[in-house]
């Protein structure tokens, strides 16, 4: 006989954390009945192993303010993993001053490497733009060099 529906689950959230939506879809491809997935996702969520909450907090964390990607195409992966835009828009508020800092943080990093390959100017604020920054953050940081290079 196989795994139980919380087995399973288990063995699946001990290798990476899942969203309730992407764990419901694992269990259900596994073959397990609505009534038993419900049961299981209930429990999991009672003992704090499935919490959406937790897992949008750390990915905005890793994501946005360590590895300095837009907040947009992250917020987007979130939703795409069944977070509620509301509880998104919350932590967007809760952490704002980390996520800027961040996103600048990544808009330097992207226009070194742009200057680094010989790209200037609208081409690297265009190409920033594709990748999911917004024209105001870019302009922000763009300002702030410039000031730096003055002060020298």
Known sequence: MGKSCYEYAIGIITKYPKTEKELRIKLYQQGYDSEMVLRTLEKLKSENFVNDLLFAESYLNSEVMKKWK???L???KLELKGIDKQLLNKLSDKYAEDIQEGILQGIQREIRNYKKRGTDGFEIIQKLMRKGYKLSDIK???KEN???????
């Open 146 to 152: 410039t000031k730096e290079n003055e002060e020298y």
């Open 140 to 142: 922000k940081v763009i």
């Open 74 to 76: 992250i917020k987007k």
């Open 70 to 72: 837009p907040l947009f």
